[in-house]
């Protein structure tokens, strides 16, 4: 008879283990629309001590969502950042449009970071109250030991989704992302797709994945035909 009730003791703490999985939910919150371009370039060089690549005549529309392809190596991040003014070109200009809210998903975070995921969120979304703050790590498919541990101590996919979960409560009208779903679980990668299908602002985005981004593109850009870099 106690060996029938610890076997049935067993099977409920598997069923409560289970539980403690959350399933990723994204919605992105949308802002108001943005003017019809996006950005233009005129004869723009990027690269940090030598070009990346030749001089670049680019625009994006509103509603457009462009998938940058290619090798490693070949300046995919430092055109992004170079369209957000991050970084400043060798040569020729950006013009970015008005109206817009942008969310920008970096490909690594290298500095060390001690708060806790419920501190890191709650600085940046103040209003929120702890219960919320939560509830919106656990959409983002966190359990509560996630949750309540350092981001130091968390893997790449984990680390990820705390970002993600900024992003996603800010209201945007373009988003930037670079390498999204590097280190990603397949539950959060395919959330991920469906979201931003569902997405109806612009995307600007960094992906090697093509069974990820094939569906989400309006337009895929091989950086290959503008590079420098030989191979």
Known sequence: ???????????????ELGKEKPKPEF????????SRWIFTTEDLVIGYNE?????????????????????????????LKSILGLITPIS??????????????EQEVKQSNYNTCIEEIWSEFPSMNQAEVRAALAKCGLTTKHIESKIEVLS?????????????????N???????????????????KRALKAYRGSILMVSHEPDFYREIATDIWNCEDWTTKVF
């Open 1 to 15: 008879m106690a060996m029938s009730r610890q076997k049935k003791l067993d099977k409920m703490e598997i069923i």
């Open 27 to 34: 919605i992105f919150k949308e802002a108001r629309a943005a």
């Open 51 to 79: 070009p990346l690549s030749r001089p670049l005549n680019l625009k994006m529309e509103r509603g457009q969502k462009i998938a940058f392809v290619g090798a490693n190596g070949i300046g995919k991040s430092t055109l």
């Open 92 to 105: 020729g200009k950006v013009e970015r449009g008005e109206y817009q809210y942008i969310g920008y998903f």
């Open 156 to 172: 790449g996919g984990e680390k990820a989704k705390v970002r993600l979960c900024k992003i996603l409560n800010t209201e945007t």
């Open 174 to 192: 373009l988003l930037i992302l670079d390498e999204p779903t590097n280190h990603l679980d397949v539950d959060a990668k395919e959330e991920l």
